[in-house]
């Protein structure tokens, strides 16, 4: 009971969106085919901190914290990506995210060793993803990176670094394979 009380006091002025996106989000996120996708359209424009126009926001695609998210013109997102914004992310215009992809904007303290870690809090570290960018299928990007303009990010690329404009990284860490200016 405890825990849920300092849930509770952290989020208290977010406390609605994370209900909202809790029970309604169940709701449309499955919702199929571009009904669906105006269903989602119409909440998320209630629940994101921004969003600039019609994105494609395929079913099972899993948002928390979305006051704490930004989405630019011609954004779209396949099935299964889980996004927590708690942190703040900003998503630029012409972004494709692939499926089953991962985006966080927080993680937890862990330094200390003089209580448990599930007692510590998160730590926000804001994601910001620039214009023209191609986010593969099953890849993760934790907390803190900027993500350049008119990059690529090779599907099962783990980001644990920014990423220049116009570059392709790949691999567990993402590492730079190529420039897309060099082909």
Known sequence: M??????????????????????????VRYLPGYFGMAIR???????????KSFPLIYTGTYFT????????????????CVIDGRGGITIGNNVMIGPNTVIVSSFHQFEQVNKPMNSYDHIFSPVIIKDDVWIGANVFIKCGITINSH??????????????E??????????????RTDK
């Open 41 to 51: 359209f119409i909440f998320y424009k209630l629940l994101f901190q921004k969003i």
């Open 151 to 164: 990059s690529v990010i090779a599907a099962g690329s783990v980001v644990t670094k920014d990423v220049g």
């Open 166 to 179: 116009y570059e392709i990284v790949g691999g567990v860490p993402a590492k730079f394979i190529s420039k």
């Open 2 to 27: 405890n825990r849920l009380i300092q849930f509770i006091k952290k989020y208290k002025a977010k406390i609605i969106y994370i209900i909202l996106e809790e029970y309604i989000g169940f709701l």
């Open 65 to 80: 914290h979305s006051y704490g998210i930004k989405v630019g013109d011609s954004f779209s997102i396949n099935t299964g």
